[in-house]
Structures are given as C-alpha cells and as structure tokens.
C-alpha cells in the first residue's frame, strides 16, 4: 500500500509563494501520472495540476503561469511550486495519481490572506 504524506503548506500574503510536497512510500511518480489537486470549504476537490510519467504537465486556467508541477524519482516526491497566490487559492492540497485514485493523504492547507 502506496502512502502519500502532503506538507508545505501554511499561511501566505496575496502575492506570495509557496512550495508544496508530496512524498511516496516508494517510487510511483514516474510510472503513474500524478496530480496536484485541492479542496476549499464549501466546494468539491479539482485537478489543478499533473504530470505525466513522460513529464508532460498540464495545469488548469486558474493556475495556468502561476503554478508550477515537477517531481524528483530519487526523493519519490512530487511538488507543486505556487506563485502569485490569490485568496481563492486558498484550500486542503493533496497529491494523488489522475487514473485509479489511491488512499487519499491528510493534504496541506494554503491559506492566502493579509
């Protein structure tokens, strides 16, 4: 069974970056395609984010220019590198594969605030 530990989140200014984790119990990220996806109050989970086993990424247009997905194999980490943020990139973070969903992490919060 495949573990995903999220973390890197916390509290930002509008404007503001962060860089998110997601680590795997062992290798995966390069043979699944793996997402970055999010859940604010109120609201279902969305794809915001992945990358093919090929490293093709894809990103949503509301994070489009602004968010970043890369992984490294040798750490069995995906991250998602998030600038400029906006309130409304505020919510729970998780990392987990696009097809054939596993176990669902504890996820990261982002919150975006002044």
Known sequence: QVRLV???????QPGGSL?????ASRSIFNVYTMG?????P????ELVA???SGSSAYYAD?????FTISRDNARN????????LKPEDTAVYYCNKVFGAIDWGQGTQVTVSS
């Not at 999220?6 to 930002?12: D, H, I, M, P, T």
């Open 6 to 12: 999220e973390s890197g989140g916390g509290l930002v």
């Open 19 to 23: 860089r998110l984790s997601c680590a």
């Open 36 to 40: 970055w996806y999010r859940q604010a």
């Open 42 to 45: 109120g609201k279902e989970r």
């Open 50 to 52: 992945h990358l093919t």
């Open 62 to 66: 509301s994070v489009k220019g602004r």
């Open 77 to 84: 980490t995906v991250y998602l590198q998030m600038n400029s």
